[in-house]
Structures are given as structure tokens and as C-alpha cells.
């Protein structure tokens, strides 16, 4: 199996600030690579697809880039929307999800 | 607009099985163009995949649960729906039904794109 490690567990910023989130695969999973966004009490909404293509209706200011085993999805100026847990997924060898990273408010 | 709704019972209790519908409405389960899904999430956890199945009727499932696992479909009421057999407190989670675009998936495995708001299962005597 697949283990995505996300990292930092919890990410204290300001809106306005630059969020920068990891994913370690054990393994390579080449492109494929998702991002999900989940509020409190709702669904996982997904955001980014093999690693770096924004999903439909997503705003400009979430990226993701990376390849193989290394992955970063970027949040280039929070929104107080944007203030939620991040899970990376992949796709390559069966399907998981990393532990998730919380981005609270500073 | 793609709506989906997870429907079932919220109580289930040790060593019997948990059974859930995700109705699909504003979509066809029939199109070739999606695949559907089941996924989990224990209390304050982290999300696990359980299973997907194509309009064909083939399925793809975890194989940490394959053993317990039956998803299958209904294409006369545009639904699916989940089996999970044997449970224990364990299994206690919220359960979210989900599609997928056929271009996010390889061999059924795949990113999901729409999510029914989920409903708590809880395993308990």
C-alpha cells in the first residue's frame, strides 16, 4: 500500500499569508496526485488533479506541483474560506489518502 | 445539477451488515462517462476509499476490505449501493457516496469529483 504522509500536521497563518502544504508518497506515483479541501461538517471537495490541474470552478490562487514522490499544493493568499484540512489522494497503486493538514487561523 | 444522497440505516450493530444507497439525481449512474463510489471517514479521521463501480457493473474495491465489500447498482432507480459485512466498532464512520470522471480514473480507481453530504454509521450493541 501507498502511504502518503502530509506535513505539517497544522498550519497556523494569517489570511493574506502564502500556505505552502506537503505530500510524501513512499512511493512514486507520478502525476497522480489529488488535493481535497474539506470544511467542518461537509464533504471533501476536490481541487487539484494529477498534481498540478485545478479542478472546474477553482480559483487561481491554489496550485499544486510536484511529481513522483514529492508534492506541494500552494494557497498563494488565504481567503477566510480557505481556512479548512487539506488531504492529498493517489491514484497510482490502488487509492489512498494522506493524514490530512490543517490550516487554522493565526 | 449532480445531486447525490446517502441513505440507510444510522445504527448497525457488531458482526451483522452495514447497508447503504447513494440515490443519484440530475445524472445518469448509466452514463459511460463515470464511475461511482463509496468512501469513509471514522470521527476527527482521516478519509479511507472503500470501492467504485463502472456502469458496466464492474467494481474495483480496496483490498483491505475487499473481503467484507459488495458494491452494486440499480440502474432502473439511478442508484448504488454498499454492503459491508461483518462490522465492528471500527467501521463507525461518516459514509460518502462520490462520482468520478471517467478521465480521472485508471482501472476504476479514481479521483472523485462530486460528493453526497455524507451519513454516520455507527456500529454499536
Known amino acids: 500500500e501507498i502511504v502518503l504522509t502530509q506535513s505539517p500536521a497544522t498550519l497556523s497563518l494569517s489570511p493574506g499569508e502564502r500556505a505552502t502544504l506537503s505530500c510524501r508518497a513512499s512511493?512514486?506515483?507520478?502525476?497522480?496526485l489529488a488535493w481535497y479541501q474539506q470544511k467542518p461538517g461537509q464533504a471533501p471537495r476536490l481541487l487539484i488533479y494529477?498534481?498540478?490541474n485545478r479542478a472546474t470552478g477553482i480559483p487561481a490562487r491554489f496550485s499544486g506541483s510536484g511529481s513522483g514522490t514529492d508534492f506541494t499544493l500552494t494557497i498563494s493568499s488565504l481567503e477566510p474560506e480557505d481556512f479548512a484540512v487539506y488531504y492529498c489522494?493517489?491514484?497510482?497503486?490502488?487509492?489512498?489518502f494522506g493524514g490530512g493538514t490543517k490550516v487554522e487561523i493565526k | 445539477q449532480l445531486q447525490l444522497q446517502e441513505s440507510g440505516p444510522g445504527l448497525v450493530k457488531p458482526s451483522e451488515t452495514l447497508s447503504l444507497t447513494c440515490t443519484v439525481s440530475?445524472?445518469?449512474?448509466?452514463?459511460?462517462?463515470?464511475?461511482w463510489g463509496w468512501i469513509r471517514q471514522p470521527p476527527g479521521k482521516g478519509l479511507e476509499w472503500i470501492g467504485s463501480?463502472?456502469?458496466?457493473?464492474?467494481?474495483y474495491y480496496n483490498p483491505s476490505l475487499k473481503s467484507r465489500v459488495t458494491i452494486s447498482e440499480d440502474t432502473s432507480k439511478n442508484q448504488f449501493s454498499l454492503k459491508l459485512s461483518s462490522v465492528t466498532a471500527a467501521d463507525t464512520a461518516v459514509y460518502y457516496c462520490?462520482?468520478?470522471?471517467?478521465?480521472?480514473?485508471?482501472?476504476?480507481?479514481?479521483?472523485?469529483?462530486?460528493w453526497g453530504q455524507g451519513t454516520l454509521v455507527t456500529v454499536s450493541s
Open positions: 494529477d498534481a498540478s
Open positions: 462520490a462520482r468520478s470522471k471517467g478521465r480521472y480514473c485508471t482501472n476504476g480507481v479514481c479521483y472523485f469529483d462530486y
Open positions: 463501480i463502472y456502469y458496466t457493473g464492474s467494481t
Open positions: 512511493q512514486s506515483v507520478s502525476s497522480y
Open positions: 440530475g445524472g445518469s449512474i448509466s452514463s459511460s462517462s463515470y464511475y
Open positions: 489522494q493517489q491514484r497510482s497503486d490502488s487509492l489512498t
